[in-house]
Antibody, heavy 114, light 107 residues
């Protein structure tokens, strides 16, 4: 079965760090560009970051630029999001999605709170 | 950044109704637009890509149209499982931007 599964969410204090993972199964990430999208509680969807399949092009939303880093490990068939200097407003469910948004994971909840 | 203005923000309708949701881009985005359905606690699901192409497995009562700045999602005859929140997404230019969402409720 083709699927994505996020992990790594949890409770972290403001200013802290967290690393999210997105494991692909049933297909290889080598050929696919990937995105992270988040959704704050009760709010709409916000695109966060993109990495091209060749990993030579990366984009970030202004709200996370300089604090978050997207990466991909083809050998582990996984996508990552390193989140540093976390703020209250980063609290959200984080989803990974394949490049054309036709496959999404279930999401992982990140809560930033003291 | 490209702003996506989605309307209405909420909509009450009955089973069998025809409904239309619109998205307007702050600048031309060709047909680089997708429509998504999201149910509570679930990931978004792609319904329409390239503004008017139906994603595989999506019922034909869903359709999309538009190009440039104005886009519509139409559900021709609402079914009980269609009550959800709908979002548009432009992927013409980074940063990608979603519409604010339309919550479709049962009347």
């Amino acid at each position: 079965e083709v699927q994505l599964e996020e992990s790594g969410g949890g409770l972290v204090q403001p200013g802290g760090s967290l690393r999210l993972s997105c494991a692909a199964s049933g297909f290889t990430l080598t050929s696919y560009s990937m995105h992270w999208v988040r959704q704050a509680p009760g709010k709409g969807l916000e695109w966060v970051s993109y990495i091209r399949n060749t990993m030579d092009t990366i984009y970030y939303a202004d709200s996370v630029k300089g604090r978050f880093t997207i990466s991909k490990d083809n050998a582990k068939n996984s996508l990552y999001l390193q989140m540093n200097s976390l703020r209250d407003e980063d609290t959200a469910v984080y989803f990974c999605a394949v490049g054309y948004f036709d496959l999404w994971g279930r999401g992982t909840l990140v809560t930033v709170s003291s | 950044d490209i702003q996506m203005t989605q309307s209405p923000s909420s909509l009450s309708a009955s089973v069998g109704d025809r409904v239309t949701i619109t998205c307007r881009a702050s600048q031309g985005i060709r047909n680089d637009l997708g429509w998504f359905q999201q149910k509570p606690g679930k990931a978004p699901k792609l319904l329409i890509y390239a503004a008017s192409s139906l994603q595989s497995g999506v019922p034909s009562r869903f359709s999309g149209s538009g190009s440039g700045t104005d886009f519509t999602l139409t559900i021709s005859s609402l079914q009980p499982e269609d009550f959800a929140t709908y979002y548009c997404l432009q992927h013409n230019n980074y940063p990608l931007t979603f519409g604010q969402g339309t919550r479709l409720e049962i009347k």
